[in-house]
T-cell receptor, first 111, second 114 residues
């Protein structure tokens, strides 16, 4: 069965400090991984996906199959990064794909 | 397109009453997901549909919960009878397979059962 684990429920850093939000997964197949973000009073939205190998708003995430991890990193956190972050895994089942989320990490960036 | 539309945005109901949450996915999307968000459990997948067919409902908590998708542009999640522990934010999302593109979420319905 597929599972996504985000060990930190809360993470607090100061502006300008590096930030890393941890995500580990378990899945027997080839994983498709994503990070979603939910800013205050906004809907959940895609931040980045591993297949694109992109950097969005200064965030990057590298898939490490050996460690089954997909940690989200940013070298210099900004106050506007404060939000709820969810790691997600897409898995194939019955010919279609479903999206399973971790429990989320609430990031607070203090001034 | 206005995105995924959920209604109502807020619902307060008494224990034992029936609650129906509604979702209109983005036109052309062929997958639809219902999630429940709570502080304790995060974002849980309840059920998802592909081409209007339920694929996996293993996340539905119990028989009090049911979901339908009568056509490609409408889905409902029903709780009957509702209980206080059902209080949560319920999200609907839609996507265009393959899923490694993006899932688009509605604004959610905040349900309070008193």
């Amino acid at each position: 069965a597929q599972r996504v684990t985000q060990p930190e429920k809360l993470l607090s850093v100061f502006k300008g400090a590096p930030v890393e939000l941890k995500c580990n997964y378990s899945y027997s197949g080839s994983p498709e991984l994503f990070w979603y973000v939910q800013y205050s009073r906004q809907r959940l939205q895609l931040l980045l996906r591993h297949i694109s190998r992109e950097s969005i708003k200064g965030f990057t995430a590298d898939l490490n199959k050996g460690e089954t991890s997909f940690h989200l990193k940013k070298p210099f956190a900004q106050e506007e990064d404060s939000a709820m972050y969810y790691c997600a895994l897409s898995s194939t089942q019955g010919g279609s794909e479903k999206l399973v989320f971790g429990k989320g990490t609430k990031l607070t960036v203090n001034p | 397109d206005a995105g995924v539309i959920q209604s109502p945005r807020h619902e307060v109901t008494e224990m034992g009453q029936e609650v129906t949450l509604r979702c209109k996915p983005i036109s052309g999307h062929n997958s639809l997901f219902w999630y429940r968000q709570t502080m304790m459990r995060g974002l849980e997948l309840l059920i998802y549909f592909n081409n209007n067919v339920p694929i996996d409902d293993s996340g539905m908590p119990e028989d009090r919960f049911s979901a339908k998708m009568p056509n490609a542009s409408f889905s409902t999640l029903k709780i009957q009878p509702s209980e206080p522990r059902d209080s949560a934010v319920y999200f609907c999302a839609s996507s265009l397979a393959p899923l490694n593109t993006e899932a688009f979420f509605g604004q959610g319905t905040r349900l309070t059962v008193v």
